[in-house]
């Protein structure tokens, strides 16, 4: 334990993003990432959820912001199920993060907006100064379209302006063909004009992301670097958990550290998670103890065991017996060892099971093939609860 420890409160974070001090060192993807944004490099950053890749954006944007001015606009496609939700984002984005401050003042906001097809309602909040944009769907589906359309040129028209780089990052980018099957085709018009802004494309589903990027019928096709990010390198998960009890008022001891990133292995989201919860059994001036552990775990278990039933409700049996067996070990599921190991169905049906269960990002595989469950509080409540 560190001798002049000072912080009192837990050190570690989960569930927002993970910012400042909380953030895990992703030393190698954050100077890549922020490398391409600068140059107007177009990125597709590929991980599952949980893996902090919205944490990586924004700390790459903070740095960015505060060192070379550069101005990031960032839209959720998962908040946007409409093409009028989807304008009604893209324009607060804009507004809020790259307008300049005459064009953010409330007498010039429907003038930034004016040559617009279809117009905004725009709503001002003088607790905050803020605005929201809304659009309202009396129109036809070529002025929402044009709509957009304008909407997407303006960020580089603005980087012109102001002589700023200028990022627009989307989150949850897989869900733009939801929005509309044509929209793709139409942002990637209006991007490959814009070699001065870049376009960071984030997505959770991994099949969905790589078919729009490499697949040769589609319009993103090799229009942008792909990025993939995994689990943190256990080493420095390891360096990073025990700098953070040492900060404290408390300790961690090199066997505790190493019996909680078995359990994580690394998972960016799980490893906060755990190590928030053993934090806070630890005694003030004590060392984490493996018992202080265990609890921990047990108290991880307990706070999502509603959400662990309410999923394992919706499989079908042939997934639960997949799930089950990869919570004991990960392996090859359609070999004959493994599904007579395990006491599995056949391996057409075993197939169809994994198939659909990466389609869910709740198994994946990994760099030797086999197949393994992605979340790793989902394999120890499986063995605990479902077996």
Known sequence: ????????????????????????????????LKKDMLNG????????????KSSLVRRASQELAADEGVLVAEIDLMKAP?????????????????????????EGVLRFFSSLRVKPTVTYNALD????????????????????ERLLELPAQLAAEQRKTVVVYFDEFQEVTSIDPNLPALMRAIFQEQPDVSHIYAGSKRDMMHRLFNAKQEPFYRSAKVMEI?????????????????????????????????????????????????????????????????????SVLRSENARFTLLWETLARSRRQLLQALAVEPGHVQSTKYINRH??????????????????????????GQHEIVEPFLGEWVKRYAT
Do not use: C
């Open 129 to 148: 100064a803020s605005f929201s944009f809304s659009f309202s769907s009396t129109h036809t589906n070529d002025d929402i379209d044009d709509t957009i």
């Open 230 to 298: 995994g689990v943190i390198p256990v080493g420095l998960f390891k360096t990073f958990v025990e700098e953070r009890f040492d900060a404290t008022d408390r300790g961690i001891s090199d066997e505790v550290v190493d019996d909680l990133l078995a359990t994580t292995r690394g998972h960016p989201y799980a490893t906060q998670e755990l190590a928030y919860a053993l934090w806070d059994e630890v005694p003030v001036g004590h060392a984490a103890l493996t018992s202080d552990l265990a609890r921990a775990l047990d």
């Open 343 to 368: 006491g599995l169905p056949a391996a057409t049906t075993m197939q169809k099971a994994a198939e659909a269960l990466v389609a869910r990002e709740l198994i994946a595989k990994d760099a030797d």
């Open 82 to 106: 409409t093409k009028e939700r989807f304008a009604s984002h893209l324009a607060r984005a804009i507004h809020d993060d790259l307008a300049s401050t005459s064009e953010k003042a409330k």
């Open 41 to 52: 490099q177009n990125v597709a950053l590929i991980a599952p959820r949980r893996y902090g």
């Open 1 to 32: 334990m560190a001798r002049e420890a000072v912080r009192t409160t837990n050190p570690f974070y989960f569930g927002d993003l993970a910012l400042d001090e909380a953030f895990t060192d992703r030393a190698p993807e954050l100077d890549a």
